[in-house]
């Protein structure tokens, strides 16, 4: 009864964001079409996994991670806009898809959880988010008011949430064989992470309005 209700303002959460992403992107930069397209891919997946199996689940979830991978990688992209960064984009997605695919078809198996691949992807975005708040803090970025910077909301909610899947995603995979019970309770945590990514991404999309006389 909690994970549903919990579901549900997720997902109301994740459709909140998509409109204000849509509505706001002039003012959120040249990442914001990218970044729509991340949440209706995240609405169109999440409202489909609510009503399939697992195993229907599992698979749609490996088509998903790289997606997901790849739109993080332009978004980034677009922030840094950096000629260097740039060049390893395409390198950096196919090489991506390749070892997902692999890891998919011949380690874990399309119909079992993709732990590995979403792991690896999760890592990676923590990479990238430490580096913008690195270069943020170091003023490298432009703009000092951090509260009216949409993408500071935005980067707080990737660090956040992804610091706090990767280590949650490995207990579970630990805990999936020795203690299913388990393993499926922390699936709260998940939850959890996922309301603060998507308020967070709200908090991003409305600063400017919130933040006026910072």
Not at 26 to 49: H, N, R
Not at 92 to 105: E, H, K, N, P, Q
Not at 156 to 174: C, S
Request: charged content about 10%.
């Amino acid at each position: 009864m909690i994970g549903q209700f919990l579901y549900c303002i997720y997902l109301s959460l994740v459709a909140s964001g998509f409109v204000f992403s849509y509505f706001n992107r002039k003012q959120l930069g040249s990442y914001a079409t990218f970044l729509t397209i991340l949440l209706g891919m995240v609405l169109l997946f999440e409202s489909f996994d609510y009503y399939i199996d697992v195993e229907q689940a599992n698979l749609l979830n490996h088509f998903y991670q790289p997606l997901e991978f790849t739109l993080m990688v332009l978004i980034y992209g677009k922030v840094f806009n950096y000629s260097r960064f740039n060049r390893l984009i395409i390198p950096a997605i196919t090489g991506f898809w390749a070892i997902s695919l692999y890891l998919s078809i011949f380690v874990e198996g399309i119909q079992e959880y993709n732990t590995l691949s979403m792991i690896l992807g999760y890592f990676c975005v923590i990479v990238l988010a430490a580096v913008y708040h690195a270069k943020l803090f170091t003023n490298k970025l432009g703009d000092t008011r951090l509260f009216r910077q949409p993408f500071f909301w935005i980067n707080t909610a990737h660090l956040f949430f992804y610091l706090g899947t990767f280590f949650q995603m490995g207990f579970n995979a630990y805990l999936r064989n020795k203690s299913p019970e388990s393993a499926h309770n922390l699936l709260y945590i998940n939850y959890v992470l996922n309301l603060s990514l998507y308020s967070l991404y709200l908090v991003g999309f409305t600063c400017k309005q919130i933040f006026k006389s910072r």
